[in-house]
C-alpha cells in the first residue's frame, strides 16, 4: 500500500463497531413512520429514551467485510474489529488471498499503524485523526460512531432535538463542527452528517440492516463517506460476526525491521 492509501486505511478503518451472534442474523425492519404519534415533546425524557436504545458493552468483537475505495482506488478486504470501552480500538485488515496487510491500534491519546505490505508503522497522537475527522471529534464519539450509540455531545444543549417527518433528528454545531444525527422510528440511529466549517472536512455514516441480538438492537451494515483534504474515501462494512463482553486480546508490536513513518 502506498503512504496515501495507509492514512486512509487509519481514518477508514477508526471511522467506519456489540453483543453475541455467531451468525448473520434477519435485519429488523424499522416501522413506517407515524408523524402523528410523538414520542415525547420532552427534551429530558426524548434524550434519555434514545439514550436507552444503546448496546451497553465492555468489550466488542465484531468481523465482516470490507469494500474501500479511496481516491477511486477500490479494494475488497476482510475486517476485525476490537474495543475495549473508553480505552482501545483495535483493528485488522486482511487482503490478498489472507495475507494481513494493516493493523490499528487506537487509544484515547494516540495512534499506531503496521503497514505489513510495506514493512512501515505510523505512531501519532490522537490529533493526527482529528486533522481528518475535525478537531471535536475525540475518542468517545468514535465509539459511538463505530457502534451507533447516541453520544451527550450531539444529545446536548444548545443542539436542536425535534420531530421531522415523523422520526427525531439532532442538529447543532461541536466548537467548529456542524453535526446533524437522525434516527429512525426504531430510535436508533439512521445517519449522521458531521461537517467541519474550518477545513472543509465531511463524514456521512449511515447506518443499516439492524439486527436484534440479545435483545439489543445493532447495525450490522456501515456506509461512510469522507471527504478530507480534497481527497474521497468511501467503505461499506458489513458485520457477520457480532459478539460483547467476550475475552478479547489487542496485540501490536513493531518488528525492528519496521521504518516509521514520520
Same mark, same amino acid.
Given at each position: 500500500?502506498?503512504?496515501?492509501i495507509?492514512?486512509?486505511l487509519?481514518?477508514i478503518?477508526?471511522? #467506519?463497531? =456489540?453483543?453475541g451472534?455467531?451468525?448473520r442474523? +434477519?435485519a %429488523?425492519?424499522a416501522? $413506517?413512520v407515524?408523524?402523528?404519534?410523538?414520542?415525547?415533546?420532552?427534551?429530558v425524557?426524548?434524550?434519555k429514551l434514545l439514550?436507552?436504545?444503546d448496546i451497553s458493552y465492555n468489550?466488542?468483537?465484531?468481523?465482516?467485510?470490507?469494500d474501500?475505495?479511496?481516491?477511486g482506488?477500490?479494494?475488497?478486504?476482510s475486517?476485525?474489529?476490537?474495543?475495549?470501552?473508553?480505552?482501545k480500538i483495535?483493528? #485488522?485488515v =486482511?487482503?490478498f488471498?489472507g495475507?494481513?496487510? +494493516?493493523? %490499528?491500534?487506537?487509544? $484515547?491519546d494516540s495512534?499506531?499503524?503496521?503497514?505489513?505490505?510495506?514493512?512501515?508503522?505510523?505512531?501519532?497522537?490522537?490529533?493526527y485523526?482529528?486533522t481528518y475527522?475535525?478537531a471535536?471529534i475525540n475518542?468517545?464519539?468514535?465509539?459511538s460512531?463505530l457502534s451507533?450509540?447516541?453520544?451527550?455531545?450531539?444529545m446536548?444543549?444548545?443542539?436542536?432535538?425535534?420531530?421531522?417527518?415523523?422520526?427525531?433528528?439532532?442538529n447543532?454545531?461541536l466548537?467548529?463542527?456542524?453535526f446533524?444525527?437522525?434516527?429512525?422510528t426504531?430510535?436508533?440511529s439512521?445517519?449522521l452528517?458531521?461537517a467541519d466549517?474550518r477545513?472543509?472536512n465531511k463524514?456521512?455514516?449511515i447506518?443499516?440492516g439492524?439486527q436484534?441480538?440479545d435483545q439489543?438492537?445493532f447495525?450490522?451494515?456501515?456506509n461512510?463517506n469522507?471527504?478530507?483534504?480534497?481527497r474521497?474515501?468511501n467503505?461499506?462494512?458489513t458485520?457477520?460476526?457480532?459478539?460483547?463482553?467476550?475475552?478479547?486480546?489487542?496485540?501490536f508490536?513493531v518488528?525492528?525491521?519496521f521504518e516509521?513513518i514520520k
Amino acid at each position: 500500500m502506498k503512504r496515501s492509501i495507509l492514512s486512509g486505511l487509519v481514518v477508514i478503518t477508526i471511522i #467506519s463497531v =456489540t453483543v453475541g451472534c455467531k451468525t448473520r442474523k +434477519a435485519a %429488523v425492519v424499522a416501522p $413506517p413512520v407515524k408523524p402523528v404519534e410523538k414520542v415525547s415533546n420532552k427534551r429530558v425524557e426524548t434524550v434519555k429514551l434514545l439514550a436507552s436504545k444503546d448496546i451497553s458493552y465492555n468489550t466488542l468483537s465484531l468481523k465482516g467485510k470490507a469494500d474501500l475505495d479511496i481516491n477511486g482506488d477500490s479494494h475488497g478486504v476482510s475486517i476485525n474489529i476490537r474495543i475495549k470501552k473508553d480505552q482501545k480500538i483495535w483493528a #485488522s485488515v =486482511t487482503a490478498f488471498a489472507g495475507i494481513e496487510a +494493516a493493523r %490499528v491500534l487506537l487509544t $484515547p491519546d494516540s495512534i499506531f499503524v503496521l503497514n505489513k505490505l510495506q514493512s512501515t508503522y505510523l505512531a501519532k497522537p490522537f490529533s493526527y485523526l482529528q486533522t481528518y475527522a475535525g478537531a471535536s471529534i475525540n475518542f468517545s464519539i468514535l465509539q459511538s460512531i463505530l457502534s451507533g450509540n447516541t453520544n451527550a455531545a450531539f444529545m446536548a444543549e444548545p443542539a436542536l432535538l425535534e420531530l421531522e417527518n415523523g422520526v427525531w433528528v439532532s442538529n447543532g454545531v461541536l466548537n467548529t463542527v456542524n453535526f446533524k444525527l437522525l434516527f429512525n422510528t426504531l430510535l436508533k440511529s439512521k445517519e449522521l452528517n458531521i461537517a467541519d466549517g474550518r477545513t472543509g472536512n465531511k463524514l456521512n455514516v449511515i447506518y443499516d440492516g439492524y439486527q436484534n441480538v440479545d435483545q439489543a438492537l445493532f447495525p450490522s451494515v456501515l456506509n461512510l463517506n469522507a471527504t478530507t483534504r480534497g481527497r474521497k474515501f468511501n467503505v461499506g462494512l458489513t458485520f457477520s460476526k457480532i459478539e460483547r463482553n467476550v475475552t478479547v486480546d489487542f496485540p501490536f508490536s513493531v518488528p525492528k525491521r519496521f521504518e516509521l513513518i514520520k
